[in-house]
């Protein structure tokens, strides 16, 4: 089985910075995408794309948060993380983790269990 462990959100005023980590445990063989994405706690609000890093270092980001945050990840730890710049009240949300690994037997996608992220004065 494979776990993902995040950490790292909180309360942090607007303009602030927060660093999220994201680690996978388990019976891997290999991780390809990992991903962080996000989801406002009101009804009907979607589980949103904040961004993506592939195993070779290749990232993307949602328009809404280019220039401010940054995906990188340490393959040799199988973790992620997202540096988070000049947060705005909009980015309240919470995140997510995200892997897609391959174990012995298949690949899958594997979430982990959220972070809160409050942005508020």
């Known amino acids: 089985q494979v776990q993902l462990v995040e950490s790292g959100g909180g309360l942090v005023q607007p303009g602030g910075s927060l660093r999220l980590s994201c680690a996978a445990s388990?019976?891997?063989?290999?991780?390809?995408?990992m991903g962080w994405y996000r989801q406002a706690q009101a009804p009907g609000n979607q589980r949103d794309l904040v961004a993506t890093i592939t195993s070779g270092g290749s990232t993307n980001y949602a328009d809404s948060v280019k220039g401010r945050f940054t995906i990188s990840r340490d393959n040799a730890k199988n973790t992620v993380y997202l540096q988070l710049n000049s947060l705005k009240p909009e980015d309240t949300a919470v995140y997510y983790c995200?892997?897609?690994?391959?174990?012995?037997?298949?690949?899958?996608?594997?979430w982990g269990q959220g972070t809160q992220v409050t942005v508020s004065s």
């Open positions: 995200h892997a897609d690994v391959v174990t012995a037997f298949r690949r899958n996608n594997y």
């Open positions: 388990g019976s891997i063989f290999s991780i390809y995408t």
